[in-house]
């Protein structure tokens, strides 16, 4: 029924307003349900962080077919409307829009980019439509504003940052001397103020002996690698991920730097199969959440073996993260809409319905469970290790896991996330908890 | 001045051995777009695609080798194939199915078609090789690090870096000059070159020599692809990166100028390691200034040369 209104007056969209489209889609909606639910995903689909991206999509493909062969979501079939983000965001807004006006989309997930997210957020506001932030870190999103539209169905750059760099205290205290080496982009140079802000909080008088920020998607680190192996720091942090991070660990192995320094990697997870044996063991390695494949103690380990075998079989490779952001945004969706359809008596909600079902929601991961705050943050639990070898993955998994509560390690509602990390103190440290087996 | 070059001559001399390095890749690049516009006139955004197919190519040889347990030199065996069959496959390809039919048609139009290229060689990219970094550095591991003095200290390089890649680019820079001054086919080139109507009146095939060119500048971009790959890990959007550098050195050394290339990639390398060092900052904007500082004073390009003979 929201089809038939949404392409006709897609059709007739000369004489109509994006007002009354926005009505005639509402009214439909409010009346039963629609005989699909079209969800409009954002995701890179081309350039470098196709990396993430194109998991990501595999992963939601493979997810709505099992949803839609148990009968969808309220009954109701899921399909998804993918979209690029590489175009830049300007075309992303274009898309978003459409994705609304024209297909009709129920919900949108938007997106990897920050950049992405920051444009998509205020969309969200003006269009009344839920948007689900399934994989962005920038903890601008909700310390700048309020978004009444928008959850964040994962965990965000403070905590992934915070958590590697607790880790590194606890186990490696005495380090004096780091260097910083991101791409330079939105998440490079904000990752940096970050850790930069809570290091001199917990640990002042570290010397930064190299901040270097070399061009995304750089494909030779020769020079920094050289630099770094004169500068001999304690410590390296790098928070560069996908052909970017590869390259600089591949070339860093083959020129001995991993014996001279430790290298904190809080984005490392995406990249292990690819390097397999090339990653050296002893390297705080991070995951932007708890979604470790070696999870010691995952909330249900009958679920995530049937997360990682749904991918495993299909692409014979292990999920990465972004798969597991995916999922997440996926399982927020059907706990949002089942409470809204209940708190309805089972009537499909509208937009305002379905928002208010997402604020305050706990939903399953594959690892464990999140809550969405009163802020539409979600509440991840972060989990760091070193990195070291087991006879059951090809590749470096973490030990000596230390689980972050998400609740530890995430800016109190209210506060804004450099300003919280510099209020922090040494003792603060002692709040981390011991390590878990695994 | 003379204080700071003495204090920090150390770094000065990693940042030269950087330098070198990268300037050899970013030549190997350069150099094929640079001989292919000289010849057929055409700026060809898809030049990045067939830098990273090369890469792609190599990769895909050398991981096929290793799994068949062939000793590691033949990761360098890999990439000449590579270079070899995109040069000998796509190049003639491209120019006989597109390149041909645009040749003398307005700037923006060529642009078009290339940049069409160029998207439709990226999405072949990923339906081939998908989107995970792909990466195998056989080449690198078989010749081993290099210890180099740094006061009481040593800082290995990889010997690959220190002399493969200088080595291929410098012989690559001799044996171009030789071929087109020195021998005949060489001298048709240029020919063609500086009037493609009179050699044609003189009997030249100029239409075999335009698909010969091309096809040798797409194995030239091959060859820097699959010289990168054993140090770099392949993945979507490769091909952009490079081209917008390869773009660079071209229009700083003047368009069709094949030493001009050389000294521009050189200027750049060194440019950007001592950036790397001393100013980071600056190491993403390092090529971008030398070609406008070049261009303000030489708006030719360092060696071009107004209605002269461009190869």
């Known amino acids: 029924m929201t089809e038939a209104v949404t392409r006709r007056a897609a059709l007739l969209g000369a004489g109509a307003t994006a007002g009354s489209l926005l009505l005639a889609g509402g009214g439909a909606q409010a009346q039963g349900k629609p005989s699909e639910l079209r969800v409009g995903i954002t995701t890179f689909l081309s350039g470098s962080a196709s990396v993430f991206g194109v998991p990501a999509k595999q992963m939601a493909e493979l997810l709505f077919e099992e949803i839609n062969k148990a009968g969808g979501i309220g009954g109701v079939p899921v399909r998804p409307f993918f979209v690029d983000e590489a175009p830049g965001t300007d075309h992303l807004v274009g898309e978003f829009r459409r994705l609304v006006q024209n297909e009709g989309v129920q919900i949108v997930f938007a997106s990897i980019s920050s950049g992405s997210c920051l444009a998509c957020t205020p969309l969200s506001d003006e269009m009344k439509k839920t948007t689900l932030l399934w994989d962005c870190g920038t903890q601008r999103i909700f310390e700048e504003a309020p978004h009444p539209y928008a959850f964040r169905t994962q965990g965000y750059g403070t905590p992934e940052v915070l958590a590697p760099l607790l880790y590194l205290l606890k186990h490696k205290p005495d380090f004096r001397t780091l260097a910083v080496i991101n791409q330079d982009y939105a998440w490079g140079r904000d990752s940096w103020e970050l850790w930069k802000a809570g290091m001199d909080a917990m640990k002042p008088g570290v ?232 | 001045m003379a204080t700071w070059l003495s204090e920090n001559s150390l770094l000065l001399g990693l940042a030269l051995l950087d330098g070198l390095a990268y300037a050899a890749l970013v030549f190997m690049v350069a150099v094929g777009l640079n001989l292919v516009f000289g010849v057929l006139r055409i700026v060809n955004v898809a030049h990045g695609s067939l830098f990273a197919i090369g890469a792609y190519t190599a990769a895909s040889i050398g991981l096929f080798f290793a799994s068949r347990g062939l000793p590691a030199w033949m990761g360098y065996v890999a990439l000449v194939l590579a270079a070899v069959a995109v040069g000998a496959v796509l190049g003639p390809l491209i120019e006989r199915l597109l390149l041909r039919r645009i040749y003398g048609h307005e700037d923006v139009l060529q642009l078009l078609v290339t940049f069409a290229l160029f998207m439709i060689l990226e999405d072949v990219q990923k339906l081939v090789w998908g989107v995970q970094p792909v990466s195998q550095d056989a080449p690198l591991r078989f010749l081993g690090t290099v210890d180099i003095p740094f006061g009481d200290d040593v800082i290995p390089f990889t010997a690959y870096q220190l002399f493969v890649l200088p080595g291929i680019a410098l012989a690559t820079l001799i044996a171009l000059a ?134």
């Open chain 1, 207 to 438: 010397r930064v002996v190299a901040e270097m920020f070399p061009r995304f998607g750089a494909t030779d680190y020769s020079t920094e690698v050289t630099r770094l192996l004169a500068a001999r720091p304690d410590v390296i942090l790098s928070t560069s991920w996908g052909g970017d991070l590869v390259t600089l660990l591949r070339q860093s192995a083959e020129r001995r730097l991993f014996e001279r320094s430790t290298f904190v990697l809080p984005i490392a997870e995406a990249s292990m199969q690819i390097l397999g044996r090339t990653m050296q063991p002893g390297h705080i390695i991070g995951a932007r959440g708890d979604h470790w494949n070696n999870h010691p103690s995952p909330k249900d380990p009958a679920r995530l073996k049937r997360f990682v075998d749904l991918y495993r079989s299909k692409y014979n490779e292990y999920p990465i993260y972004p798969c597991h952001h995916m999922a997440q945004a996926i399982s927020a969706m059907q706990a949002a809409y089942a409470k809204a359809i209940a708190a309805k008596g089972g009537g499909w909600p509208n937009d305002q319905e379905l928002a208010n079902a997402f604020r305050g929601l706990t939903f399953d991961s594959p690892t464990s469970s999140i809550t969405l705050r009163e802020d539409g943050q979600g509440l991840e639990d972060q989990i760091v290790g070193l990195s070291s070898f087991n006879q059951q993955y090809p590749f470096a998994v973490p030990k000596d896991m230390i689980l972050f509560p998400a609740a530890m390690v995430s800016t109190p509602v209210g506060q804004k996330s450099v300003d919280w990390l510099k209020s922090l103190k040494p003792d603060f440290l002692n709040q981390v908890p011991a390590p878990i087996a695994g």
């Open chain 2, 178 to 311: 030789w071929f087109l001054r020195r021998t005949l086919t060489g001298r048709v080139i240029v020919a063609v070159t500086t009037d493609k109507e009179a050699a044609t009146a003189m009997g030249i095939d100029a239409a075999r020599i335009m698909l010969l060119t091309f096809s040798f500048g797409a194995g030239l971009a091959a060859l820097g692809g699959a010289l990168a790959s054993p140090t770099t890990a392949l993945v979507p959007g490769i091909g952009a990166q490079t081209i917008v550098l390869s773009f660079a050195v071209v229009a700083t050394a003047g368009l069709g100028q094949i030493e001009g290339a050389a000294l521009t990639a050189l200027m750049i390398g060194l440019g950007r390691s001592i950036a790397v060092y001393f100013a980071p900052e600056f190491e993403v904007v390092v090529p971008y200034l030398i070609m406008v500082a070049v261009l303000l004073v030489r708006p030719q390009g360092l060696f071009g040369v107004i209605e002269t003979r461009r190869v």
